[in-house]
């Protein structure tokens, strides 16, 4: 007869965590950078700089060509960070769950039983959090930094600082009436298109900073000069406007994780 480790194993699991109904959605962050499966832990990535163009020099007619030098790169080589953990249930508790199982309400109590119990579930589920909070990471900073359990992780992609900016005081965007988002995200794009000739088209923000762009004071009197403050704002009107404006397509990302001793983030 078979045991019980005979019938869940590694790809058992996988089959059970890709057919949950609640796991049909990808994080956002998966969408733009897909996971990929690697042996081991090390990790390197040549890193170059890929910008704007360079103009040809002009030379004369039949003399040698000016040699040009290759843009430059370098080999980053770190380790990718290795996470490991485990849910117990202890001889007790096994002895708890048959006494549910074997009550005559069993029926009521076993799916809760089992919902407290999905330890295979919460530990994937974890992993998942892991890597998209390393890519959100990555796109908000420029570096992922991962300090617990007495460990340390932090890898700098090296974005320029110029491309960071912190808004203060009126500028920021919780402030309706004097803030200028429109203005504020056409400076970035211009920018960033002046350092890298890469013109930025699409953007994500949480719920509560695009709440913030509903309610602005400049952004609804471009969209209605006239009745502006009166205007009723919805999702789809903003991300046209945004899109018509700024050639901007917004993503509003909202999910939420939990970390060790409860807090939310």
């Known amino acids: ?150 460990i340390n992780y932090d890898y700098d992609y090296k974005f320029a600082p110029t491309h960071k900016e912190t808004l203060l005081s009126t500028a920021m965007w919780s402030d309706a009436n004097n803030s200028t988002p429109v203005q504020d995200i056409q400076r970035w794009q211009e920018l960033v298109e002046q350092d890298t000739g890469e013109k930025p088209t699409r953007a994500i923000c949480t719920r509560k900073t695009w709440n913030y762009l509903m309610v602005n004071k400049s952004i609804r009197l471009d969209l209605d000069p006239i009745g502006g403050s009166n205007r009723i704002m919805t999702d789809s009107i903003l991300k046209t406007y945004l899109q018509t404006k700024l050639g901007l397509s917004v993503a509003i990302y909202n999910k939420r994780y939990a970390v060790q001793g409860g807090s939310n983030l």
Do not use: C, H
């Open 1 to 150: 007869m078979p045991s019980i480790f005979d019938l869940i194993n590694a790809k058992e699991i996988g089959i059970y965590y890709t057919n949950n109904p609640s796991n049909s959605i990808p994080y956002l962050g998966a969408t733009l950078f897909p996971p990929k499966k690697q042996l081991g832990l090390d990790l390197s990535w040549f890193k170059g700089s890929n910008g704007l163009p360079v103009a040809l020099m002009p030379s004369a007619f039949d003399t040698k060509a000016i040699l040009r030098d290759r843009i430059g790169f370098k080999k980053i080589e770190t380790e990718m960070p290795f996470f490991r953990e485990a849910m117990r249930i202890g001889e007790k508790e096994r002895q708890e769950i048959n006494k549910v199982a074997g009550a005559k309400n069993s029926s009521f109590l076993f799916p809760i039983i089992q919902k407290i119990y999905d330890d295979v579930n919460q530990l994937v589920n974890g992993g998942e959090v892991n890597n998209e909070r390393m890519r959100m990471q990555l796109l908000s900073t420029g570096r992922i930094s991962i300090t617990a359990n007495r």
